[in-house]
């Protein structure tokens, strides 16, 4: 008579038998809920991470994206001479001829759009109130097609009137404790220069706009000025300080970077990934570290499933003898108690399952409950830089959180289940 085929419907209803320990043998069941517990924490927490991280990511690149440009070309700085001092200065590279090479750059393919742009730094005070502030001019129409800046959802007031005020981001206006309407004056340490040194240029202008970028330092910081009153403003007559470029494709910028520097002779391209690298570079590791630290929690949860066995073999051991008997052969013994680590393991990667998907996708509830418990302070935008905890599931993620528990259970059940199948029957049967 042939043998019957490994994992069997007998070996399937043995193991479930041996799983279903009686009172007497309460301690093996302990120690069963104890794994799958442990196990089912375990994945829930790594599911839970890998989601947290996947969203913030994402969040975090997305206000990149959607309120800064994709590549910014600029000229490099130029030393210029006080006539009237004989003061050597460094000065920031200026395009004069940006209108020209706006049309060539936007003819390159890839790029969807570019946008002249001056920039410059002042403190902005108001109501007794200051704060540093960046200037950025540009047009009505490169204005509107900033996302994240011109959402109506998120502003405040009317875009449509920009070319007669500026707009801030929300951040300063509640700093400076200014609306829609109220006037911010804007002093820059860059005015005329004089046989006495350099004096500040001071101009007051009216707020007609607040956006909200979901950045917290473009919010605080960021104030947009139409381009011919930046012009003015820091001496750009006919000039721009740099070209921001928006590409079709934003993680493939840096094909472009040779054909913007062609498109624009001596000039310098610098991407979102230069301005940003590091600190994606330092998610990445810390993704990697959490997967880790976390692999290790789930490793030691399943643990507890070698020692539920070593356990169970140890009560068994005149069951085994009676099966080894009746012709159970070594591997199906070892089956049967491979089946009793793996049922753990996979109730408990399902349970862990659940629980890390129901927490992932109620993550935003959860952090608003432990902020208005703790006071505010459990997310702080100044530190994290966006408003809000996302998660993103990804299947990738998932995927690997659930193999790495199933793999661990299956691993850790091989030593019992080994001492099980090499059990001498004579002498498992010798004292009974």
Avoid at 37 to 55: D, F, H, N, Y
Wanted: aromatic share 8%; glycine share 10%; hydrophobic share 50%.
């Amino acid at each position: 008579m042939a043998n019957p085929p490994p994992f069997s419907r007998y070996e399937f209803m043995i193991a479930w038998r041996y799983l279903r320990a009686r009172r007497a043998e309460g301690g093996v069941s302990v120690m069963t809920w104890i794994s799958l517990v442990g196990i089912a924490l375990g994945v829930m927490a790594l599911i839970a991470t890998l989601a947290v991280r996947a969203g913030f990511r994402t969040e975090f690149v997305d206000t990149i994206l959607g309120a800064n440009a994709h590549t910014t070309v600029y000229m490099p700085p130029q030393q210029i001479t006080n006539d009237l001092t004989d003061e050597v200065y460094t000065v920031s590279g200026t395009i004069p001829d940006y209108a020209a090479a706006v049309q060539r750059i936007e003819a390159i393919p890839g790029v969807t759009r570019a946008d002249p742009v001056v920039k410059g730094q002042v403190m902005a005070t108001a109501n007794d109130g200051a704060n540093v502030a960046e200037v950025v001019g540009l047009t009505l129409a490169d204005l509107e097609a900033i996302p994240r800046v011109a959402d109506p959802a998120a502003g405040a007031g009317d875009i449509a009137a920009f070319d007669r005020g500026i707009a801030i981001g929300s951040g300063m206006a509640r700093e400076l404790g200014i609306s829609v309407g109220d006037r911010v004056q804007l002093i820059s340490p860059r005015g005329a220069q004089t046989a006495l040194g350099t004096t500040p240029r001071i101009a007051s202008y009216e707020v007609v706009y607040i956006f909200t970028a979901g950045r917290y330092d473009i919010d605080r910081t960021r104030i947009y000025m139409p381009l011919p009153e930046a012009q003015s403003y820091f001496d750009r007559e006919g000039a721009v300080d740099e070209i921001q470029v928006f590409a079709a494709r934003p993680e493939a910028v840096d094909a472009l970077t040779p054909a913007l520097t062609q498109a624009l002779p001596g000039s310098i391209a610098w991407t979102w990934r230069d301005a940003s690298g590091s600190f994606l570079s330092a998610l990445d590791i810390e993704d990697d570290v959490m997967f880790v630290i976390l692999s290790v929690l789930v490793l030691i949860a399943s643990m507890n499933i070698t020692s539920g066995l070593i356990m169970l073999v140890k009560n068994k051991g005149r069951d085994i003898g009676i099966l080894r008997t009746m012709g159970l052969t070594e591997g199906a013994v070892l089956r049967v108690f491979f089946l009793c680590g793996a049922f753990t393991g996979i109730l408990g990667t399902l349970a862990g399952l659940v629980l890390g998907v129901l927490l992932a996708l109620n993550i935003d509830g959860i952090m608003a409950g432990i902020n208005w418990f703790t006071g505010g302070g459990a997310w702080d935008p100044a530190v994290r830089g966006i408003y809000r905890l996302p998660a993103e599931l990804r299947g990738w993620d998932i995927g690997r959180a659930v193999g790495l528990s199933l793999a661990l259970s299956f691993i850790v059940t091989i030593f019992p289940a080994r001492r099980a199948a090499r059990m001498n029957p004579v002498e498992a049967l010798r004292y009974e």
